[in-house]
């Protein structure tokens, strides 16, 4: 009975234990940009009028739209490639989020209503893959964050303005996951046989919606001000989260041992992701009309991800296990440019730069966001006087890393996103 228990926390943490790293985002776990204009701009969007993705960004930038009301509708399309080199392909290849956002500018006054994905991810090796080890359970994982954002921006003076949003967050988890007994035992677990394994599953095998749930609250700060008619600088910080813990239901979560494909001891019980946060972020950019038609924009970004992240806590039944996870702090950078040959239409190229916070040995074949550069491109066209069309494609080169276990993982992704912009 003594080894059951001991086993009820631990193939928990061998799953779960990565799943923190797992978000098919691509600064970490952040997206490398919000809105397709933004997005296109490699990111970059502290210093200029980036739509309704302001409230993702930088809220003051709110107070640089122009007046009346505005509703923006995006879908962004991620599209990982994530493979263990010699040994099996994610499945998990196309994850689709989208972002509705509506403004009011009256006066000096700016204000409105949001929900935009903060990050997702979602990978598969199937049942007959290596990661299965014999028991025919799937395996997978996805994750969802996402924010209601309440945001206000006022433009104190015609050169400075300040803006703030109170967001309402939430986050959603499914995962299937086998460990073998001496990944048990390596995670205190102790002895469950040897040659035998542990599956731990909870999903609703639901696209927008997960097993394991979690809400709570953040904000965000930020100001613009302009040096001159062609240069504005910006600033904004996102608060860490105040997130509950991922729930599943009383009996949401299961866990069984198998000797080989057949099982011989399951249990069900309640899950709970302990302490999961998005963390705090400092961003400062500016933004230089270097003519008429050419703007350049440069963010620099850090992401405090070792407060977030140093360890990963979860229970299973009210037994708790902490694993380290040691995340390094991450600085990116984000250079666009936006060439306008027409009133109609406007031109974006953008680079994108951060390391990968993730330590090797804590590198999971199930979950890596690993990629660091990113080169993207998009445009936007007015379709009528009151009418915007944009899209805007990123492409990150894949990337290899051997993990702790010896395996090289691979990770490159293409995404790409649409929306449309109206103003009345």
Not at 212 to 232: D, E, I, M, R
Not at 359 to 375: C, K, Q, S, W
Request: some cysteine; aromatic content about 10%.
């Amino acid at each position: 009975m003594h080894t059951h228990l001991a086993l009820k926390a631990t193939p928990l943490a061998v799953a779960l234990a990565c799943i923190v790293p797992s978000a098919h985002a691509t600064n970490g776990m952040n997206l490398e940009g919000y809105g397709p204009l933004g997005m296109s701009m490699g990111g970059a969007s502290m210093a200029y009028d980036s739509g309704m993705a302001a409230m993702m960004n930088n809220p003051a930038t709110l107070a640089l739209t122009v007046p009346g009301q505005q509703l923006a509708v995006a879908l962004h399309h991620l599209g990982p490639d994530v493979a263990v080199s010699g040994v099996a392909e994610s499945g998990g290849d196309s994850y689709f989020m989208p972002a509705i956002g509506w403004g009011r500018k009256d006066g000096r006054l700016t204000y409105g209503v949001g929900m935009f994905a903060q990050g997702g991810m979602g990978t598969e090796y199937g049942r007959g893959t290596m990661f299965s080890m014999g028991t025919g359970q799937d395996v997978r994982s996805e994750l969802g964050v996402g924010r209601l954002i309440f945001p206000v921006a006022y433009e104190v003076t015609p050169d400075l303005a300040v803006g703030a949003s109170l967001d309402f967050v939430w986050a959603m988890l499914d995962v299937g996951m086998v460990a073998t007994d001496q990944q048990v035992a390596a995670m205190g677990g102790g002895n469950i046989g040897q040659g035998n394994t542990a599956y731990i599953g909870f999903s609703d095998d639901n696209d927008f919606t997960g097993k394991a749930k979690g809400s709570g609250w953040a904000g965000k700060l930020g100001f613009t001000y302009k040096f001159s008619p062609v240069l504005t600088v910006g600033a904004a910080y996102h608060s860490k989260t105040s997130l509950s813990d991922m729930k599943t239901s009383a009996d949401g979560a299961s866990m069984t041992l198998f000797s080989g494909s057949t099982p011989f001891y399951s249990e069900t019980g309640k899950l709970s992701v302990v302490d999961f946060q998005w963390p705090e972020t400092y961003a400062v950019g500016l933004a230089w009309q270097a003519t008429p038609k050419l703007m350049l924009a440069f963010d620099v970004r850090r992401l405090n991800w070792s407060d977030a992240m140093q360890q990963f806590r979860m229970s299973f039944n009210g037994r708790i296990l902490t694993m380290p996870q040691e995340w390094d702090d991450q600085i990116v950078y984000a250079l666009g440019l936006q060439y306008r040959p027409t009133d109609k239409l406007g031109l974006r190229v953008g680079y994108n730069y951060g390391k990968n916070p993730i330590p090797d040995t804590y590198l999971h074949p199930l979950f890596p966001a690993t990629v660091e550069r990113h080169y993207t491109a998009g445009f936007d066209y007015r379709v009528s006087d009151n009418g915007c069309v944009a899209a805007a494609v990123s492409y990150a080169p894949e990337v290899s890393d051997v993990n702790g276990m010896g395996l090289t993982i691979t990770h490159g992704q293409v995404s790409a996103m649409v929306g449309y912009n109206h103003h009345f």
